[in-house]
């Protein structure tokens, strides 16, 4: 969004036209910090007793698309992990119980740290 305003210094009541064009306005001094990003995804199954799944995700400030304009990079580092098992806890047990027990765990977690401040945009926090 763009204002522009024109003030009339005089104030004897002449009445003056003014023509204001403003033509390829451009953004300096913009934050070009270069990000990065990274997944990784382990898998391990545990013989007949289950399987555990962990994956870690990161997001660094400044990292976006090739085809993407500047505003529109991450503007904070996000990280995000999760970890699920799948069991089968009747291995643990002896036979002879003839028990069937299934068990199903998963976590998962995101941590955002935000660069700016959103509630005041002009002052910086931290830097990557």
């Known amino acids: 969004m763009i204002m522009i305003g024109v003030r009339n210094p ?5 009445i003056y036209d003014v023509c204001l064009w403003a033509d390829e306005l ?4 913009f934050d070009q910090t270069a990000g990065w990003a990274a997944n990784a995804v382990v898998s391990a199954k545990l013989a007949d007793l289950g399987t555990v799944t962990g994956s870690f995700r990161h997001i660094g400030f400044g990292f976006g698309g090739v085809q993407t304009k500047i505003s529109e990079r991450a503007r ?3 990280n995000q992990f999760d970890i ?3 069991l089968n806890l009747e291995k643990l047990l002896p036979r002879k119980t003839g028990l069937k027990i299934p ?3 998963s976590y ?3 941590i955002i740290d935000p660069k700016f401040d959103p509630a005041t945009p002009t002052c910086v926090l931290r830097q990557p």
């Open 26 to 29: 451009r953004l300096t001094e």
């Open 76 to 78: 904070s580092n996000t």
């Open 10 to 14: 005089r104030d004897d009541g002449k």
């Open 103 to 105: 068990m199903f765990f």
């Open 84 to 86: 699920s098992t799948n």
């Open 108 to 110: 998962e977690s995101i």
